[in-house]
């Protein structure tokens, strides 16, 4: 008999080689018919895969992200089979589940597959996934498997066998097709009711510039057709909410191709946006004892040599500066950490001022090549809300709460109220991707999962997710079509502290190690409002949007009385605009309808006289006549409402 630990902690015993489907025909029958995969002992199994030692066990369905990814992965099979039976000369390389279906990268020779192609390749999956054909796993040796792809003149997956240890080597079989796979499949392709090739790009063979350009074939496919319609829906919708979309619209910002690629230009209404962002978050950084830094856009290459960033991604990052003095080397500041070190290290500290709490919207650079480029979500100069907190190994659980709290802060004051924390730990079969002891490793680890629990977070824990220095908890936050975004981050770090020679005088009298935090509630000032103009459609809360009123006289005749109203709007803190333009008014407010102003106010003879405004409000109409009083007072209560301090 084995025992099989479930995620709730209950433990059962079962005969030895017991599947995941016949530990879930034991829990019901529904849950029988339900479980496509299975994660036992940390690693992803098919329910079919014998379970021979005690083993701790979650069973997946299409609700779970590993039931969507084994679902994903094995369409990603099937993709490839259906395009080979058109294209029998096409090297295949690797098909992998992403956040939204998957993909193949796939060589097609001297052969053209394009959009007109999508069509038959969707019949031609369909055909097979009917049949049925049931996903089995099985071992091989290193040579078999390199003869294999030999045959098949496949120098792709020759290329991937050589790296792999003899005995570590699996194929996937379904149906006539086979491929190179480590496993974590559904049980057959009948599970497979809809698919849709949605779009094609140029890939480089594991990334590399110098290598050949493949075709990745994007796709994603669902256990129920209506579950592919209600998805094209959203994928129309966020077409129409497409932030490079909206930040035109809206006048936010712009891109040049003199300036550089990746390179945002904030325009005066986007910079007024990004404006109350930062002062709404510095407020609250005030109220929990945060003190503002400014560092500089560069710094000497031995900083980042010192903090390990050159070492990780130096190669990817912009090329050293070279200065006239010889052998001196500066860097476009990657990351604002080393700096607040260096910060922390102009004083000499007791354990009575700490913690030290520096935050700062500090602009970072990073070389992002020019096909993952994509609007504000990512750039290659970017502003992020960065923090660095220095404390004693005491109070870390207490600061790592309230950074918690702070996060939640933000998110509830910007209508996000779905998100899950990410605990993002080392990958432990792959230690050389980072620094520090495994001592400092494990005691930074536990004190994420305990503050996480403490604050009674909905997690979910990723392996080699972690940063090159520390531990994360990273928020993945769900929109308003449902799409998940990371953005706020929290860090603990003992490696930095070490490496800058970081002290503190304890109540010993003795010099003392800090521990250090880097947090991050935005994550990043333009991915954020990217994510906040999709998810909105560009209709920010009152307090935020740039523009509240827009004024509109209806002749020329009544500009006077439309600055004056404006004025008196702005003295009563409303931030108003009046659009002096000699056009009809009717124009005037479908184009302040497009750009989404919250309230919109015509003023005409009728008003001046009585000192009245007639006021529209965006998608909802007229409002009638009041007094620009009676606007000011019911915009600023509104906006009292949705806004509360942080506590």
Not at 63 to 76: C, I, L, P, Q, V
Not at 362 to 374: I, K
Not at 600 to 616: A, C, H, L, N, Y
Request: aromatic residues 10%; proline residues 4%.
């Amino acid at each position: 008999m084995i025992k099989v630990t479930f995620p709730d902690g209950n433990v059962k015993e079962y005969q030895e080689g017991v599947t995941p489907f016949d530990v879930a025909k034991s829990i019901s029958e529904g849950l029988s018919r339900n479980v496509i995969s299975a994660t036992a002992n940390g690693v992803t199994v098919e329910t079919t895969t014998p379970l021979t030692t005690d083993t701790t066990l979650t069973l997946h369905t299409w609700d779970d992200e590993a039931g969507k990814k084994a679902f994903w992965h094995s369409s990603a099979h099937v993709l490839a089979q259906a395009i080979l039976k058109f294209y029998p000369s096409a090297k295949l390389t690797i098909g992998p589940a992403v956040e939204n279906g998957f993909y193949y990268d796939i060589d097609f020779g001297d052969e053209k597959f394009t959009d007109a192609d999508f069509k038959k390749v969707e019949d031609k999956f369909m055909e097979l996934a009917r049949q049925k054909n049931e996903f089995h796993l099985r071992h091989t040796s290193k040579a078999e498997a390199l003869d294999f792809y030999k045959k098949e003149r496949n120098e792709y997956k020759v290329e991937l066998i050589d790296a792999l240890a003899d005995g570590t080597i699996t194929f996937c079989d379904h149906g006539d097709f086979t491929d190179l796979c480590r496993g974590g499949h559904i049980p057959n392709t009948g599970l497979i009711k809809a698919v849709k090739i949605t779009s094609i790009a140029g890939a480089y063979w594991r990334g590399d510039e110098k290598n050949k350009q493949l075709t990745r074939v994007y796709a994603i496919s669902f256990p129920q057709a209506k579950l592919l319609t209600e998805y094209l829906e959203r994928i129309e919708e966020a077409k129409k909410r497409d932030h490079r979309k909206l930040g035109k619209e809206l006048d936010l910002f712009t891109f040049s191709a003199r300036v550089g690629q990746g390179l945002p230009l904030w325009l005066p209404k986007g910079t007024a946006l990004r404006r109350r962002l930062e002062d709404f978050l510095t407020k609250a950084q005030k109220r929990a004892g945060y003190e503002m830094v400014i560092t500089p856009h560069i710094g000497a290459k031995e900083l980042y040599v010192t903090s390990g960033h050159f070492a990780k991604y130096g190669k990817d990052s912009f090329q050293p500066i070279h200065t006239p003095e010889e052998g001196e080397e500066y860097l476009l500041k990657p990351m604002n950490c080393p700096h607040h070190c260096e910060i922390y290290n102009s004083h000499q500290w007791s354990y009575r001022d700490l913690p030290k709490r520096y935050a700062e919207f500090g602009t970072v650079y990073r070389y992002e090549q020019s096909g993952e480029l994509h609007g504000l979500t990512r750039v290659r100069s970017f502003t992020q809300d960065d923090a660095h907190l220095f404390c004693t190994p005491d109070q870390l659980l207490e600061e790592f709460e309230n950074v918690i709290d702070l996060v939640k802060y933000v998110f509830s004051s910007l209508g996000f109220s779905e998100y899950t924390a990410q605990v993002s730990l080392r990958d432990p079969n792959n230690p050389d991707k980072y620094i520090g002891t495994d001592e400092n490793w494990e005691k930074a680890e536990s004190a994420i999962v305990k503050a996480a629990k403490d604050k009674g977070l909905k997690t979910v824990v990723e392996y080699g997710e972690a940063a090159f220095y520390g531990p994360k908890l990273d928020f993945m936050v769900k929109d308003a079509l449902g799409r998940k975004w990371q953005l706020g981050t929290i860090q603990v770090d003992y490696n930095l502290p070490e490496r800058f020679g970081l002290t503190y005088t304890g109540a010993d009298n003795m010099p003392h190690r800090p521990v250090m935090i880097h947090r991050a509630p935005f994550g990043s000032m333009e991915r954020f409002i990217a994510i906040l103009l999709e998810s909105t459609g560009g209709v920010f809360p009152l307090w935020l949007t740039p523009e509240q009123v827009l004024v509109m006289p209806i002749s020329e005749k009544f500009n006077d009385y439309a600055k004056k109203v404006a004025e008196q709007l702005e003295e009563l803190d409303v931030r108003s605009r009046v659009d002096y333009r000699n056009e009809k008014i009717g124009k005037k407010i479908r184009e302040a309808e497009m750009q989404k102003t919250p309230f919109m106010v015509i003023v005409g003879e009728q008003e001046e006289k009585d000192g009245t405004i007639s006021v529209r409000r965006h998608q909802v109409g007229d409002l009638g006549v009041m007094t620009p009083d009676a606007l000011a007072s019911s915009i600023n209560e509104e906006v009292k409402h949705s806004i509360k301090q942080f506590k």
